[in-house]
């Protein structure tokens, strides 16, 4: 499948889920079923989130969907604390990054830290994601993050590794400039080399490198204040 393509069916993929989102959440709350209606605004939330990977990459303007993922998540978050439903069963870092792109505020409360166990990439996700908001991460997130990175030495340990340099959390001899371009080859790695079993579409395996942009890497320069001249950069404040 081309690239063209691909784009093609990812798009109207999202654009269905989200489209159906808000019938599918109305009825499963007229059945009480609050925990698929809170499992269904986390799909919209991601899916609008994955349209505005495909529209900035694309040379469009992702805040609208990304506008989108946050009123889903904000429906999440109602359910979550009206029923009473635990929040470590929903993941949220992307939408997340979305949030801090955008200027958006929330308390970090949607992580799946039991997952983070046998899943070490969504842990160092929620690493870089606390790290943005200033906020420290608990103690056994902490210490998973640690355990990780010390029995593995692959992309996702490189990655981890070259946000973390750039946010100044770990030391370097290299400069900023250097720095980032250690990251955005971090980024095109993704295209041959696997960071996660079945992974998202937009940690950017094979052609899906070439759809989406490094967002962790776009929030991260945001947060330090750096415009680079990458397809990486976020360019709408």
Same mark, same amino acid.
């Given at each position: 499948?081309? =690239?063209a393509d691909? #784009?093609?069916? %990812?798009?109207?993929?999202?654009?269905?889920m989200? =489209?159906?989102?808000?019938?599918?959440?109305?009825e499963?709350?007229?059945? *009480?079923? #609050?925990?698929?209606a =809170?499992? %269904?605004c986390?799909?919209?939330?991601?899916?609008?989130?994955d349209?505005g990977?495909?529209?900035?990459?694309?040379?469009? *303007?992702?805040?609208? *969907?990304?506008?989108?993922?946050?009123?889903?998540?904000?429906?999440?978050t109602?359910?979550?604390r009206?029923?009473?439903?635990a929040?470590?069963?929903f993941d949220?870092?992307?939408?997340y990054?979305?949030?801090?792109?955008?200027? $958006?505020?929330?308390?970090l409360?949607?992580?799946?830290e039991?997952?983070?166990e046998t899943?070490?990439?969504?842990?160092y996700?929620?690493r870089?994601?606390h $790290?943005?908001?200033?906020?420290?991460p608990?103690?056994?997130? =902490?210490?998973?993050?640690?355990?990780?990175?010390?029995?593995?030495?692959?992309?996702p340990?490189?990655?981890?590794?070259?946000?973390?340099?750039?946010l100044?959390?770990?030391?370097s001899k290299a400069?900023?400039?250097?720095?980032?371009?250690r990251?955005?080859?971090?980024w095109?790695e993704r295209?041959?080399?696997e960071?996660?079993e079945?992974?998202p579409?937009?940690?950017?395996?094979?052609?899906m %490198?070439?759809? #989406?942009?490094?967002?962790?890497?776009? $929030?991260?320069l945001?947060?330090?204040?750096?415009?680079?001249q990458?397809v990486?950069?976020?360019?709408? *404040?």
């Open positions: 499948m081309s =690239a691909q #784009y093609t069916r %990812n798009e109207e993929a999202a654009k269905a989200v =489209a159906r989102a808000p019938k599918v959440v109305t499963l709350l007229q059945h *009480d079923n #609050y925990a698929w =809170a499992h %269904n986390r799909l919209a939330a991601e899916a609008y989130f349209l990977l495909l529209h900035w990459r694309g040379g469009g *303007d992702p805040r609208n *969907d990304f506008r989108g993922a946050i009123m889903h998540y904000d429906n999440l109602g359910l979550v009206k029923h009473r439903l929040a470590g069963d949220m870092s992307p939408v990054a979305a949030m801090f792109l955008m200027g $958006a505020k929330a308390p409360v949607f992580f799946n039991v997952s983070y899943q070490r990439w969504p842990c996700e929620s870089i994601v $790290a943005l908001f200033d906020k420290e608990g103690a056994g997130m =902490a210490k998973l993050v640690e355990s990780h990175a010390a029995r593995n030495d692959e992309l340990e490189r990655l981890l590794d070259a946000y973390l340099q750039l100044g959390m770990r030391d400069d900023l400039t250097e720095r980032v371009l990251a955005k080859s971090a095109a295209k041959r080399e960071l996660v079945r992974g579409n937009w940690n950017g395996h094979g052609v %490198n070439d759809l #989406y942009v490094d967002f962790y890497l776009a $929030a991260i945001k947060k330090i204040g750096v415009k680079a990458t990486h950069t976020w360019n709408w *404040d």
